[in-house]
């Protein structure tokens, strides 16, 4: 049984995830969202709380059972999901930022059901709040990581994000590969410090994973 346990090094840390899609209505049935499981994120959340962190996890809707002993807060649109993590990002010592965010939301999502008509049909998109700009314009005694999920110029853009957002770290995922990036049960990352070293995880589980990242986050203690 000792065996079996993790070594209890995030013990009194709180930790808040993100995870999964936004959704942004359209009108009452129809939706904008993104490819994000919410995999990454609940393996994250579930690697922490096995090595003892009090975790919160703010997750859009997906289809995966909530680690034992974690606490769920559900969410849909960016903007419940910026809220939700403004209100606890206060008590956090470590926010992990793997939601899949929408950039855009539709202006005005309709009360009714849009009904088809001759010709196309436009929707306009408002950008949505960056959660993770935000963050780092915010933080305190807080660690933040991010995600960077790109399909070109991985390490350059996900370097760019890291800066732009004041994250600590930047874990960036390189969706083009096969057995990386969304809905799948594996991940190849890599992870970027603020002195620009980086480190290759080849691709592993995604708790695997999961638990390299909670690794390299501890050791900017
Ligand atoms: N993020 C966020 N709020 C947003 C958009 C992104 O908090 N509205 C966070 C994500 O959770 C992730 C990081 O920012 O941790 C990077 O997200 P990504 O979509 O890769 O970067 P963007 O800055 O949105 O740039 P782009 O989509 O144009 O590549
Ligand atoms: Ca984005």
Redesign the pocket.
Known sequence: LALALPKQDLQGKNILV?AGP?VEAIDPVRFLSNRSSGKMGYAIAEAAQARGAKVTLVSGPTHLKTPTGVKLISTTS?IS??EA?LEHFSQQDIV????????YRPENPSAVKIKKQEGNLSINLV?????????GKKKEHQIL??????TNNLLE??KG?LE??N?DL??A?DVSQEGAGFGTDTNTVHIIDRQGKEIKIERASKLEVAHKILDKTLELK
């Open positions: 993100t936004t960016a999901m910026y993590v992990i930022k793997a939601a899949a965010v929408g950039d950008r949505n709040p960056d959660i993770l700009l935000e963050l990581v991010g995600f960077a999920a790109e853009y996900a994000k732009k957002k994250a930047m874990v995922n």
